[in-house]
Nanobody, 123 residues
Framework: QVQLVESGGASVQTGGSLRLSCAFS????????MAWFRQAPGKEREGVAA????????QYADSVKGRFSVSKDSTGNILHLQMNNLKPEDTAKYYC?????????????????WGQGTQVTVS
């Protein structure tokens, strides 16, 4: 099992920046792929960014390319999502997710472990 705890959500103005963090623990050895998702009220959950265990292989949704950046810290136990030039349409609850055992990393694979989410509001 992998445990995930997000933090860093806040209310910001259009054009502002935020950095979300996700602390993960548990059976991280076999967790090759982690990702950020978001869900706005009345909308389906959307994949935002994924990162493989090498810390280099990433994938982004078209809506955030060039504005968001996913990374892991030096310990490998904290996932970050740097969000720049935020827009009102980025308003959503953001979730960290993990796919233990997956040998392939992408936004459209099956993620089995989820955090509780952190709210981002852009106005």
């Amino acid at each position: 099992q992998v445990q995930l705890v997000e933090s860093g959500g806040a209310s910001v103005q259009t054009g502002g920046s935020l950095r979300l963090s996700c602390a993960f623990s548990g059976n991280t050895r076999n967790t090759h792929c982690m990702a950020w998702f978001r869900q706005a009220p009345g909308k389906e959950r959307e994949g935002v960014a994924a990162i493989a265990s090498d810390g280099v292989t990433t994938q982004y949704a078209d809506s955030v390319k060039g504005r968001f950046s996913v990374s892991k810290d030096s310990t490998g136990n904290i996932l970050h999502l740097q969000m720049n030039n935020l827009k009102p349409e980025d308003t959503a609850k953001y979730y960290c997710a993990a796919a233990p055992g997956s040998s392939y990393c992408a936004l459209d694979i099956r993620y089995t472990n989820w955090g509780q989410g952190t709210q981002v509001t852009v106005s």
